[in-house]
């Protein structure tokens, strides 16, 4: 005879209560990583969108940084530490003094005793560890958790690379995920292609190299098809949205991804990476803090290393 066991049920949906961001003090224009890499600042604006990034100085670390963003969000819900019952962290850049990131933020958040785990997806990182704590919470493991994306692209970049120094950027994003009775967080259109892995890669130095053309080729295919696909599992279409909010990783992605999904003016689109660059998995959470008084449909967009993508419709 077996044992039947007892199950924890769950909630009916989940949704983002808030957002919060840390970026680092050290505000760094074009001039500054152009003059390494035999560039200019009207090249990096008009191949990429950007006019300036942070970087994040030797105390800016990614618990520092994490922690800093989550406690913005935590006061943005009005959630205290102690009612946060897991720490997601999205990152592709810790090399700290402990193996995972995410329990070093949950002790720093006064959060100590809730389940605490990084979750690596590159720059998808954050929709995949939001697809994850939604289906925590509607499964019954999580009560409330706190997800974060965090940084320090500058500890992987060479600065003397001429496809990836002046492209990215440090620091972090946070979003709390409560239960609701409804649906917040839209199905998960998720994948990975690990054939194409070589165009985003570490080396044996453990420095990020990249195919620059062949990766913006492959995202502006990619973030489109899954964008849709996103929708129509939420049941929803473009003119439905209230804003659009893909990764942060040339502002030219964004912009030909809008024209693609036929994005009305009404749609608030993401220019976060202007002024912050591509910050890896903390881009989506540092641009939806950006955008703090949309109500409504946004549709989420992550791509990156792997080469790996998720896209999900978020009510906020
Ligand atoms: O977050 C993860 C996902 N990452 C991405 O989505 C990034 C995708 N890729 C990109 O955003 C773009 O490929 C870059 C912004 C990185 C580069 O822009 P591009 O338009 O693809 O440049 P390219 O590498 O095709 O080079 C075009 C030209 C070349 O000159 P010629 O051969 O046409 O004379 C390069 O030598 O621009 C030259 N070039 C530069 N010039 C000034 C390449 N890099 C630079 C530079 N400054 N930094």
Redesign the pocket.
């Known amino acids: 005879m077996g044992t039947t066991l007892r199950c924890r049920p769950g909630h009916p949906g989940s949704r983002i209560l808030s957002a919060g961001t840390y970026r680092p003090r050290a505000e760094v224009g074009n001039e500054t990583v152009?003059a390494l890499?035999?560039?200019?600042d009207e090249?990096?604006r008009r191949?990429?969108g950007i006019a300036s990034r942070r970087h994040a100085g030797p105390d800016e670390d990614l618990v520092t940084m994490a922690a800093a963003a989550a406690s913005k969000a935590l006061a943005g819900a009005g959630v205290g530490p102690h009612d946060v019952s897991a720490v997601l962290v999205a990152t592709m850049t810790h090399r700290g003094r402990s193996t995972t990131v995410a329990p070093l933020v949950a002790e720093t958040l006064g959060a100590a005793g809730a389940a605490a785990m990084d979750l690596g997806a590159?720059?998808a990182g954050f929709p995949y560890a939001l697809a994850t704590a939604d289906a925590l919470i509607r499964g019954g493991a999580a009560g409330t958790v706190v997800l974060i994306g965090a940084e320090r692209m500058t500890d992987v970049v060479d600065p003397r690379d001429?496809?990836?120094?002046?492209?990215f950027g440090d620091g972090a994003g946070a979003v709390v995920v409560g239960p609701a009775e409804t649906c917040g967080i839209g199905p998960v259109v998720w994948g990975a292609d690990g054939a194409k892995s070589e165009m985003?890669r570490y080396d044996e130095t453990g420095t990020l190299r990249?195919q620059?053309?062949e990766?913006?080729r492959w995202?502006t295919s990619i973030v489109p098809e899954v964008a849709r696909r996103a929708l129509d599992e939420a049941g929803l279409t473009a003119s439905d949205l209230a804003a659009f909010v893909p990764?942060q990783?040339?502002l030219?992605?964004t912009t030909a991804a809008a024209r693609a999904l036929g994005l009305g003016p009404h749609v608030r689109v993401a220019t976060d990476v202007v002024t912050n660059g591509?910050t890896?998995a903390a881009?989506i959470p540092q641009a939806l803090a950006a955008l703090p008084g949309v109500k409504g449909p946004a549709l989420l967009v992550g791509?990156?290393?792997g080469l790996a993508y998720a896209a999900q419709v978020v009510d906020l």
């Open positions: 152009a890499i035999d560039s200019s090249w990096i191949r990429s590159a720059c001429r496809g990836t120094a002046f492209l985003l990249m620059g053309p990766v913006f995202a990764h990783a040339n030219r992605i591509n890896g881009s791509f990156g290393a």
